[in-house]
């Protein structure tokens, strides 16, 4: 099981485009339930995929600051904060209907984040080719790309030719 932090990412992540070519991990039930069991476990696979789909669209929308929040309303219908005792004392669970664990727990963590760390959740810089996000933990907040390994190096390449382009 991911944290809920994680679990926003990967959902956000669900849209990547692999050679120019968009997919979403969530259009097949088949392909959805993999990443349901994959993300949140064998208890989510009675998750509402046309739920989490439009909350998914939803919380890319807020990213790219094309959205209002309130957009998110159908996702919390029935979400709750519940007390459970025990022997150290009370502790906070969010109780969710069926079916709607996974896409109020994203939402959930998306406010927490917006609040205790503003900016850190964005898209990659590589728009061109890129449609991932990430969430930014370094000190000096600066990082721009999904990874390193992949948007970084395409794109330190990519601005290393138009130098010597330009040079020539
Ligand atoms: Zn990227």
Redesign the pocket.
């Known amino acids: 099981m991911v944290d809920d932090e994680e679990l926003l990412l990967a959902l956000l992540n669900t849209t990547p485009t692999v050679s120019g070519e968009a997919h979403d991990l969530l259009a097949d039930p088949e392909t959805a339930r993999a990443w349901l069991a994959g993300h949140a476990g064998e208890d989510a696979l009675g998750e509402d995929l046309a739920l989490l789909r439009s909350t998914r669209d939803t919380l890319q929308a807020l990213v790219h600051d094309r959205a209002t929040p309130a957009a998110l309303a159908p996702a919390l219908h029935g979400v709750g904060y519940r007390p459970v005792a025990g022997d150290a004392g009370l502790t906070w669970r969010l109780s969710t209907p069926p079916g709607h664990a996974v896409a109020a727990r994203a939402v959930v963590a998306w406010d927490a984040l917006r609040r205790t760390a503003p900016g850190r959740l964005r898209a ?3 728009t061109e ?4 996000f ?1 969430i930014d933990r370094s000190k000096s907040n600066s990082a721009r ?3 390193m390994a ?2 970084g190096n395409r794109m330190k390449a990519r601005r290393h030719y138009e130098r010597r382009k330009n040079t020539r």
């Open positions: 990659c810089e590589n080719e890129c449609t991932l990430l790309w999904c990874s992949g948007c």
